[in-house]
């Protein structure tokens, strides 16, 4: 019963370390899971504090209804702007592939149908038009994944609607399709990754020696404990390089045995 969920429609792009935009036109929304009057007051309080923090939230007794439209929504969005690499703009500019996006919610929500959820269709139809015009820049998920070779959410979108269809008799033939085709394009660049680790280790047969030149030494600080914040610093630098800090794990901690307050 102590369980509050929902969906929200607010975009969110990485501009930089520590900092994400957002633009647009959106709305949150969410209920409690169960009929436990203290969950049902969280929500209420939960929905007031974002409210007042600037993000417009409602609680929504009927909110299966829209977490299936968000659903039906990204299997389209996020599939096919990750394997066209387009934003959602440049994506719904096309009106051949505004169709095939269309295409693809239908399918969503017909799957929801068969499960006794009836998805406003006009609605998500109405949010693709606002989603043309006020969030046209937006890089959704899938397409960040792309980029940064990392493993995508497909099989937990496209992928349900899919067993969900079979299961319950309903055709979803252009989610099987884009669900094929991100899985072909995440296995290669999965495999690919991994590539380029196996060459060095069997071409490197003798360790390569690296020269590391350190600034001067600030006044006042040990020569160990200056070399290791700088190297410090160099792996941050590589851990943003490489795309690791969007994953939980990124917190890099070091110690100068020397000095018990590094």
């Not at 969950?39 to 299966?64: F, H, K, Q, W, Y």
């Not at 006009?122 to 998920?141: F, G």
Request: one cysteine or more; aromatic letters at 4%; hydrophobic letters at 40%.
């Amino acid at each position: 019963d102590r369980v509050i969920y929902g969906t929200t429609m607010a975009p969110g792009d990485i501009v930089g370390d520590g900092v994400v935009s957002t633009h647009g036109a959106h709305v949150t929304q969410f209920c409690g899971a169960g009929t436990d009057p203290v969950t049902a007051e969280m929500a209420d309080r939960l929905a007031s504090m974002l409210s007042g923090a600037g993000i417009e939230t409602r609680v929504n007794p009927d909110v299966d209804r829209v977490i299936w439209a968000k659903v039906s929504f990204n299997c389209a969005m996020n599939s096919l702007c990750a394997l066209l690499g387009m934003t959602p703009g440049t994506l719904l500019d096309s009106d051949e592939t505004k169709a095939l996006v269309m295409a693809t919610v239908m399918e969503g929500c017909d799957v929801a149908a068969s499960v006794g959820v009836q998805v406003d269709r006009e609605a998500v139809r109405q949010t693709l038009e606002m989603v043309h015009r006020e969030h046209r820049d937006h890089i959704p998920s899938m397409l960040v994944d792309f980029r940064n070779h990392r493993p995508t959410e497909i099989d937990a979108l496209n992928g349900a609607v899919v067993a969900l269809g079979e299961e319950r008799g309903v055709p979803t033939p252009h989610n099987k399709t884009l669900l094929a085709l991100v899985r072909a394009r995440e296995a290669q660049y999965l495999q690919d990754q991994d590539r380029p680790e196996e060459v060095i280790m069997t071409r490197a047969e003798t360790p390569i020696p690296l020269e590391i030149s350190y600034p001067e030494t600030p006044k006042g600080m040990s020569d160990a404990e200056w070399h290791a914040r700088v190297d410090l610093a160099a792996a941050y630098r590589l851990t943003h390089h490489y795309g690791w800090t969007s994953v939980v794990y990124n917190h890099i901690t070091l110690r100068v045995l020397s000095l018990i307050h590094i």
